[in-house]
């Protein structure tokens, strides 16, 4: 597996090649990332992953600074997915400017949800990964359906630029007692990893109380807002929405529920589809 660090290098590295698979990440690997891996492989003729933590998709108030960046244990376990090449820019190699050209997606789908607590998320999203299709040369990109939106955002983003490139969406990956694996779990106490199955279990209530034929959506997506608040967490959303657009589902549509919410210091997000 080769380590790289410059877009030169790279795109020397992928000269023989005609199709890359490529799964974008922020580093601080866990198991959803290495299925992904595991996935893209038989997908193209070289498997890349590459490890940025992107400064534009994060709020002053976030996260940034403490993000957890572990470059080494991630290309061991990279190494042991199968990984071909591990791309791991500086900040002055990816944006040696001040990055002025961005890509705002349409507010009807960047703007609602996670889009509308965390304003700009989306155009950092875009413009990182924009970016990171272009050296790499993707001709496959997988993402993770645990950040549902945002494969939604990326994968309409492909499609109106016309952009030769299957975006594909990995299963979310949960521990065995239903917790969605995430990078952020890592805040989390002990005590709290067990408070955080809360979130999965009041998605699968949901789930399978519309697939049993409830059709009053808001009713459960309240009850699940004031199942979450008994409990001492801070939810920003809990929404049933259409699954290709995320906007409110008429019937006969395919659903998923989303929900974000803050356990002590720590936001973690989930979904399901129905």
């Known amino acids: 597996m080769q380590l790289i660090h410059t877009i030169a290098e790279l795109r020397e590295a992928l000269s023989q090649y005609r199709h890359p698979a490529v799964v974008p990440t922020m580093g601080n690997l866990h198991a959803g990332h290495l299925a992904l891996v595991r996935q893209a492989k038989p997908l193209g003729d070289v498997t890349i992953s590459t490890i940025f933590v992107n400064r534009l998709q994060f709020a002053p108030h976030e996260d940034f600074d403490t993000?957890?960046?572990?470059?080494?244990?991630?290309?061991?376990?990279?190494?042991?997915?199968?990984c071909d090449i591990v791309f791991a820019p500086k900040e002055s190699e990816l944006y040696p400017q001040a990055q002025t050209f961005k890509v705002h997606p349409p507010t009807e789908l960047a703007d609602i949800l996670e889009g509308h607590f965390r304003p700009g998320f989306f155009i950092g999203v875009c413009t990182v990964v924009m970016k990171?299709?272009?050296?790499?040369?993707?001709?496959?990109?997988?993402f993770g359906k645990k950040d549902y939106q945002q494969l939604m955002v990326i994968r309409n983003m492909v499609k109106q630029f016309a952009l030769p490139i299957d975006v594909i969406g990995g299963e979310t990956q949960r521990n065995e007692a239903g917790l969605a694996l995430s990078s952020r779990n890592g805040y989390l106490t002990p005590a709290q990893r067990e408070e955080a199955l809360l979130l999965s279990r009041t998605l699968r209530y949901i789930v399978d109380t519309v697939r049993q034929g409830e059709t009053d959506l808001a009713r459960l997506e309240q009850e699940g807002m004031q199942t979450l608040r008994a409990a001492g967490w801070l939810p920003d959303y809990v929404a049933v929405r259409?699954?290709?657009?995320?906007?409110?589902?008429?019937?006969?549509?395919?659903?998923?529920?989303?929900?974000?919410?803050?356990l002590g210091t720590t936001r973690l997000i989930d979904n399901m589809e129905i």
């Open 132 to 142: 990171l299709l272009a050296v790499t040369q993707a001709r496959t990109a997988l």
């Open 67 to 82: 993000y957890p960046r572990t470059l080494e244990a991630d290309c061991e376990h990279l190494e042991a997915a199968g």
């Open 242 to 262: 259409r699954q290709s657009d995320l906007q409110t589902p008429l019937a006969g549509d395919a659903k998923v529920v989303l929900a974000a919410a803050r």
